[in-house]
């Protein structure tokens, strides 16, 4: 399976990825993401 990442998620300092539940969030960085998902970073919005 492929795993995407968009690369405006690298402007910001802190993401919140989601766990799975409306009330788990948790802070990440671009960087943590693609290490622990192995996403291929592309340009997905305008």
Do not use: Q
Request: hydrophobic fraction near 45%; include cysteine.
């Amino acid at each position: 399976m492929t795993i995407l990442i968009d690369e405006a998620l690298n402007d910001y300092d802190v993401v919140w990825a989601a766990a799975g539940h409306p009330h788990s969030v948790y802070p990440t960085t671009y960087a943590e993401l693609i290490k622990c998902t192995g996403a291929k970073p592309m340009v997905i919005g305008d």
